[in-house]
């Protein structure tokens, strides 16, 4: 249902871009938004964005990664920019789709020199 797309190496205040795509019969998408997850920790926000593109970041990424979405692809995205090594992690793609909450498989940012 949901597909992210974008990850890869990037050199420290490089930028990245991920896009995730909804697939599959959709009726209606409410919030949709990235988390972040390096191993041994817990998964956690990075921004959300509802339906009428009210976004919400977390303190660590806020002036750095914008949220968007197109609403008539389905498609949220995660534009990075100013990349250090500690958002290094794997970045899932969640969106609530017709009242249920789905998450992607996520993709692996890695920031690195």
């Known amino acids: 249902q949901l597909v992210e797309s974008g990850g890869g190496l990037v050199q420290p205040g490089g930028s990245l871009r991920l896009s995730c795509a909804a697939s599959?019969?959709?009726?209606?998408?409410?919030?949709m938004g990235w988390y972040r997850q390096v191993l041994g920790n817990q998964r956690e926000l990075v921004a959300i964005?509802?339906?009428?593109?009210?976004?919400t970041y977390a303190d660590s990424v806020k002036g750095r990664f914008t949220i968007s979405r197109d609403n008539a692809k389905n498609t949220v995205y995660l534009q990075m920019n100013s990349l250090k090594p500690d958002d290094t992690a794997v970045y899932y793609c969640?969106?609530?789709?017709?009242?249920?909450?789905?998450w992607g498989r996520g993709t692996l940012v890695t920031v690195s020199s």
């Open positions: 964005i509802s339906s009428s593109s009210t976004t």
């Open positions: 599959g019969s959709i009726f209606s998408i409410n919030v």
């Open positions: 969640k969106a609530i789709i017709n009242g249920l909450h789905y």
